[in-house]
């Protein structure tokens, strides 16, 4: 399946969101998406303590590490592609982490209203 263009919410090229550890649907460090991304892991988020009990909470574990994914577990800090209506049901929940706006991707606003994603956006210009 292709891969959508790589271009943020703004139309601009899509920054990457982390190298270390490799994020994305294609482990490339891009939000970058296609059709076959049904959790649409397209909002570059720096995750909380917070965030990641609550996403833990939700049947999501996020902090534990999966070998058998290469997968180390996040920590607070740590940048990474995060479902739109993962990241949409944290913020009803008022646990939404921030958002790193340049490495979101544009079809996150199929979902996430814009200005909802610039409230929360740490690398706004």
Known sequence: M????????????????????????????????????LGMH??????????????KQQGNDLSTPAPEYDFPG???GDRWCLCALRWLEA?????APKVCIQSTHQRTLEVIDIHLLRKYAVDLQ
């Open 74 to 76: 996040l920590q607070a």
């Open 91 to 95: 913020q009803q929940a008022d646990m």
């Open 2 to 37: 292709e891969m959508h263009e790589s271009l943020n919410v703004y139309g601009e090229p899509l920054e990457t969101c982390c190298d270390d550890p490799v994020t994305g649907f294609y482990r490339d460090g891009c939000c970058n998406t296609n059709d076959q991304d």
């Open 42 to 55: 397209t909002v570059c988020v720096v995750v909380t303590d917070a965030f990641l009990a609550f996403s």
